[in-house]
């Protein structure tokens, strides 16, 4: 860690690059972020200079890349300064940086960049990334002791190697010898993933106890895992930027590891406001947001408080209908809010003012069991929860049933079609769906094909029906197949969007907008998968004007549920 012989004092001119205010609905910062003048150096903060950093919330980034990553995923963000300026724009005060490049092909040519990077951007806070018994870790270390880098990452995943002591143990032990902070990516691309080897960084913390261990991107999938990594190894500390899950945040500081738990946003892959808003919205105290935002990160580099309270926005009364909500249980993801209540109590917490649900259990296999629980919650909370029936095309006889009876129940508003039940949305076994559906009036959430020729012919044959292709959060027009879809909003004005989704690049949303039409994109969350705010962060924290969000997240969905 850094020596307390080397202290540089901070100006309050300098203090006042801090300042934050808050606009509307949603998070901003001046457009400053912190100046440490370096943060090479322990820097000092007198009494005067403090009380101003009181009162001033700070966000720190423990996960941002700079640099285009194969896929194409960071082309938005050609240089650092753009990437600072959205960062920026998103509520994020500094960030520590890795580059892509480190990742994708060559470690030691990424931290060239980094630290060229850094000469230019005192602010930020750099690391490296090594390879072990590739990397030379003497050189390594050199240089990192000239840019005073604090932070070592690994990536085991795309590295293919392994974490446990026997493999890594010479190479953690020399780092934890230079009392360096280890990052350990293992790069979860999805949230079902569970790419995570926690026996492996249980073994890992045991044998080298004194070396700080910050495991980057758990998952909502690691739900079982890691409360019991935390409880048995002090040194381990959690990067939030793919736990979304409800209330789960909450829960883990109720629990006592709020000062385990540090903020990232794995920048560019995902939009940091997302996050941020999460947050915001979680019911968590000021002082335990700062813990998360900054305090914890900055205790381990041994740096003093940025802040010492978090200042909450005042968010506006915004009216949001959420249209893709899920009730009950699903096997990979423990979230302990899959009951009508649970949904109810998030959605309060939340600002959300309707929902309208499908059921887990009809998705997996029980269609009227799930059916009657969707009925059931739906009339405990009129006015709140509104239904889709879900239905199975390959029990044709079962879905004549579900339709006579919820057909016309005035709570259910739609129909729910799912990819896993295994029927190419082009297969004739819809047609009674499809029929019913025009009929009616209805919309039909559809989690199936992006066969843009496929849903030309369907929403030609069926105008009267809206077909709301879900998921659409996840894709980009960047993608041809993406393109291609969107652009059949200019021919079918039955054709919609929902946001909802884990992977939304920076940036995606917009493009959506730009060619689909924004009368086009509607909000869901895929909740309990993800929370509410996170999925609502992704529309308040993006640069499309007030009147597009108000129409995603509410008038598009009034006027395709009747409501």
């Known amino acids: 860690m850094l020596s307390t012989t080397n202290i540089l004092k901070i100006s309050i001119t300098s203090v006042f690059s801090i300042v934050f205010y808050f606009t509307g609905n949603y998070l901003h910062n001046s457009g ?6 370096s943060v090479k150096d322990l820097v000092e903060v007198d009494a005067q200079s403090t009380a101003i950093l009181d009162e001033k919330p700070f966000v720190i980034d423990v996960n941002v890349g700079l640099g285009r990553f194969t896929n194409g995923i960071g082309a938005d963000f050609p240089n650092t300064e753009s990437s600072l300026e959205h960062l920026d724009k998103e509520g994020v005060g500094t960030a520590v940086i890795y580059s892509v490049l480190s990742r994708e092909s060559d470690a ?7 630290m060229e990077e850094y000469e230019n951007h005192p602010e930020l806070i750099p690391s490296s990334v090594i390879n072990p018994y590739e990397t030379n870790l003497e050189e ?10 604090q932070i070592v990452r690994l990536f085991p995943v795309v590295g293919h190697y392994s974490v446990y002591p026997s493999i890594i143990g010479p190479v953690v032990s020399k780092l934890q010898e230079a009392n360096k902070i280890l990052f350990i990516d293992f790069e979860a691309g999805h949230w079902s993933s569970d790419a995570i080897n926690y026996d492996g960084v249980f073994q890992l913390s045991q044998a080298y106890p004194e070396i700080p261990i910050v495991l980057i991107g758990p998952t909502i999938t690691g739900t079982r895992n ?20 409800p209330e789960e945040v909450y829960r883990l500081v109720k629990k006592g590891y709020g000062k385990r738990l540090i903020f990232g946003s794995d920048f560019p892959i995902r939009k940091p406001g997302a996050l941020i808003n999460m947050l915001l919205n979680s019911g968590l105290s000021q002082d335990e947001l700062n813990n998360i935002f900054s305090q914890n990160i900055l205790n381990l580099l041994e740096k003093p408080s940025a802040s010492k309270s978090f200042s909450m926005p005042d968010f506006e009364d915004e009216k949001i209908i959420d249209l893709h909500v899920h009730q009950g249980k699903i096997n990979p993801t423990v979230t302990g809010t899959e009951k009508a209540e649970d949904i109810v109590r998030n959605m309060d917490r939340c600002g959300i003012t309707a929902g309208i649900v499908t059921s887990m259990w009809s998705i997996h296999g029980d269609v009227a069991r799930g059916n009657k629980a969707v009925s059931e919650a739906c009339a405990a909370y009129p006015d709140r929860l509104y239904g889709y029936i879900t239905l199975d095309p390959k029990y044709p006889e079962e879905v004549k049933s579900q339709l006579e009876l919820y057909g016309d129940n005035p709570s259910f ?6 990819a896993i039940q295994g029927v190419d949305i082009s297969d004739p076994r819809h047609d009674i769906i499809f029929s019913f559906a025009d009929k009616k009036g209805w919309v039909l959430l559809c989690h199936a094909s992006n066969d843009y020729r496929k849903w030309d012919k369907i929403c030609a044959n069926y105008r009267n029906a809206n077909f709301l292709i879900a998921h659409s959060g996840t894709g980009d027009p960047k993608v041809h197949s993406v393109l291609q879809l969107a652009e059949l909003t200019k021919k ?10 884990s992977g939304m690049p920076p940036m995606a949303l917009e493009r959506l907008v730009e060619v689909a039409g924004v009368d086009h994109v509607t909000y869901g969350s895929d909740y309990p998968m993800f929370d509410f705010s996170y999925e609502t962060g992704r529309i308040l924290y993006s640069s499309l004007t007030k009147k597009e969000k108000n129409a995603i997240l509410y008038e598009n969905g009034r006027k395709l549920l009747g409501l």
């Open 492 to 501: 079918h004005k039955n054709l919609y969007f929902d946001t909802a989704g």
């Open 226 to 245: 890691y409360v019991n990594l935390l409880r048995e190894c002090e040194n381990v500390y959690l990067e939030i930027s793919q736990m979304f899950q």
């Open 108 to 114: 030691e040519e990424g931290n060239a960049i980094v």
């Open 413 to 418: 508003r739609g129909i729910k079609l799912h």
């Open 140 to 149: 390594a270390l050199a240089d990192m002791d000239k840019y005073n880098i």
């Open 32 to 37: 400053n972020r912190i100046d440490f003048k």
